[in-house]
């Protein structure tokens, strides 16, 4: 890991920091793969504050650190659904990514889960399936009223040598 990088656990204190890093990171990358009202459905002034940082709870949550700010961020149910994983628009292919799923699997394999879900953006799909994720499904999704696709992906570890 980049020295430059501190990986540590999610406390409730990093909740808003990860909120506008989410809200930054959907407008500034997402935004290739979706459209204008897609966007602002996903991540736009509708967004709810209190709700989007209370999902932290009870999750397998951590944060990257560089310069004592947040560049990234993921969080995993207990049943090993990953609601969250997203980088700074800044910080981009700098391994960032992959400290925080090295983290997760790591706490979804410590934890007996013999596999972790997620829903995955268009953006974000290829990543996914380079760690070795497999696509289930393609689905279409209501945001807020707006319709949007992303893709329903799991990674097995029971079938993992």
Known sequence: MNPAFQLRE???ADGDSCRQLFCD???RVNCRDYSPM???AWAGAELDPEPWIRRFDDNCAYVIEHNRAIVGFADMTPDGYLDRLF???DHERQGIATI???AIELAAKTNGLP???TQASITAKPFFLARGFVVV???TIECRGVRMNNYVLTKDFTKQT
Do not use: C, D, K, Y
């Open 115 to 117: 596999r972790i879900h």
């Open 137 to 139: 499904n393609e689905q």
């Open 10 to 12: 999610f406390v409730l």
């Open 87 to 89: 980088v700074s628009a």
């Open 100 to 102: 925080l799923m090295n």
């Open 25 to 27: 990171t959907v407008r």
């Open 38 to 40: 897609q966007i602002e």
